[in-house]
């Protein structure tokens, strides 16, 4: 296992080697989304009965903030390492898909947990929140972040191009992410509209996290687990299978 908490080891040191950039920036960009949008929106937007809409959003903004960061910490690793070269000097030890796919995944949970964190810190100056299932928000957090390592983990392979990378992001992950319900409850949308968030697998993610707060949701929590360990067990079969075969990292 000393290769595996070494490439651990390696991964958590590259986001924290950059905090400002990696963990600061994305809590500061949370808090202007709750400024702007909790002002803009407060008394506009249907949520749920005895709760207001700054504290309903922080939750949003938390699990957007652990979503997005988790994808970047493995997307942004792979790219780099493979447009650089420096990429050899991971494949060249004797370590396993396993071992790979883990210390991955892992380290975009440790800094999407951390960023989230902080985000949930910070706002829990202004806002006053409640955590009725703490433990629906801890697996929840754990879950949304390695679903999206996996994927970071998928597009950092994939990607030949820094472009590319930004495409899968700006194209899939930021629109996924913002009509998952980060701002809104789907309740409020037209009936086709709902129906179609049904089909957002980022939906259940923020909505089970919400849940752990609140202990009020759109979808029962163990439906939502079920749908994410679902997507998350095909995600990481892609995964493994792409670093076992080597796609587009042994030339």
């Not at 994939?158 to 409850?185: C, E, H, R």
Request: proline content about 4%.
């Amino acid at each position: 296992m000393i290769g595996f908490q070494t490439l651990f080891y390696k991964e958590v040191l590259r986001f924290w080697k950059v905090a400002t950039q990696t963990v600061g920036a994305p809590i500061l960009t949370a808090m202007l989304y709750l400024l702007i949008f909790g002002h803009a929106l407060k008394g506009h937007v249907q949520v749920y009965p005895g709760v207001e809409y700054t504290a309903f959003l922080v939750p949003g903004l938390v699990m957007m903030s652990v979503l997005q960061n988790a994808f970047a910490n493995t997307s942004s690793s792979l790219a780099q390492s493979k447009m650089t070269g420096n990429l050899v000097f991971v494949l060249l030890p004797p370590l396993s898909h396993w071992e790979l796919f883990g210390a991955y995944v892992l380290a975009s949970i440790v800094r999407g947990v951390v960023v989230g964190g902080g985000v949930l810190l910070i706002t829990g100056f202004f806002v006053d929140l409640s955590f009725v299932a703490p433990w629906w928000i801890i697996i929840f957090a754990i879950l949304g972040a390695a679903f999206l390592g996996t994927m970071g983990l998928i597009a950092g392979i994939w990607a030949d191009k820094f472009d590319q990378l930004a495409a899968f992001q700006n194209f899939l992950i930021m629109p996924a992410t913002f009509l998952a319900g980060v701002f809104y409850s789907i309740h409020s949308l037209p009936p086709f509209w709902q129906a179609v968030s049904h089909f957002n697998p980022f939906f259940y993610m923020i909505d089970g996290f919400r849940y752990g707060f609140f202990g009020q949701s759109d979808i029962n929590p163990l439906i939502s687990l079920a749908i994410i360990s679902v997507f998350l067990l095909a995600l990481a079969t892609i995964a493994v299978q792409m670093l076992k075969q080597g796609y587009k990292l042994r030339h």
